[in-house]
């Protein structure tokens, strides 16, 4: 039944999201948008005339965008190239500022919920609901200015330089009223921040389970694995954060030591795919860079893998990501170089995987022989990814946490 409420507009704020019928991106405040437009309330989903993933612009009077139950407002944003790099930065400031006015026009929301990052943005948000009297909530999704060390990291120099993105961080969390994380440190970061506990759930990026297991089954027939061949796959970004290198140095070491069925699997792209591509090449190894894939081929991929590999850097800031989702939901068991104490503990407690060193080829080849030899294992931690993707990263159920507190903070 849907309910009849008193401050029922809902403004969602977000410059990077992948919207119905976009082909790349992570669309979890989409399905937040809808989750709360499907439970009664009204829903501007705010968000960037620019697309992030496919770096162009929208065609932002394409009607296609405003029939999801929930209405996409675009604020015009400028374009750039690379996901680091001064233009960017540029594009977040006009875009504040343009934020900033549109708040002005429109004073008559009953709540404010902003995606972390982007600092600024949100703080613009922040302010807004502020002066308004409104309960605010933060979606952290990732940290800023923490991950950007991964890819600039200089002593002296790089304090000064994210210096805004931790004042605008602070200041955001002083604001804030309620946080959702994607990781229970995420969910307890405003915290942090303000000395004491505010309302915070932790609910995954996760995934629709019953979709996935759709769209897998619909592009089964795309993925051309041998019988012979013991799949070790990784799904994602192919950057500075991302341990592929390691990834192919073990298909090297496999190979060399005589055990040529092993083959590492690597979907995605990224700014280091070229340099990896070429290494691999070099070796010789069993490594093979599939690229980009949509979402559905991806899935199915996964299904058709043996094992899934988490594969981060030692430094790597990263905590429980967007692709875990899919990961366990292909139950498959898992190797996670990840250092993250939250999740290192929850791969060891729900038994869906090993966690190794990270950086390390050796270990990971040694991690995978293990695997490969021990089949039940594999059933075994497979069969527990599966169960921990039905009872944790299953939006349609999972996502209903978020619409309990926003009924909570609108009711008091």
Known sequence: MVMERVNRKIALVTMDVRLPGETQGLDRTAFI????????????????????????????????????????????????????TPSRVRNHTIVSRRLAEYFKRHNDYGLVLAKVPPNDMALVCAKYAEEAGIPFVVDVNDLWPEAMRMVFDVPLLSPLLFRGFKRDAEAVYARTTAAIGTSEEYALRPSKYMNHVIPHITVYVGNDVSAFDAEAAAHASLVRKPEDEFWVTYAGTIGTSYDIRTMVLAADHLKRCGHADVRMVILGDGPLAPELRQLAAQLGCNCTFLGYRPHEEMAAYLQASDVLVNSFVKKAPQSIVSKIGDYLAAGKPMINTLANEEFTRKVTNDGFGVNIASEDPDALAAAILELQERPQVRARMGAAARR??????DRPVAYQRIVKLVDNLLSE
Do not use: C
């Open 33 to 84: 948008a809808g989750m709360l437009a499907d439970a009664g309330y009204e829903v501007d989903l705010i968000t960037s005339s620019f697309q992030h993933w496919d770096k162009a612009q929208r065609n932002t009077a394409d009607p296609a965008y405003q029939t999801h139950g929930y209405r996409v407002v675009f604020i015009d944003a400028p374009n750039y190239s690379k996901n680091v």
């Open 388 to 393: 921990i993707a039905e009872e944790q990263f």
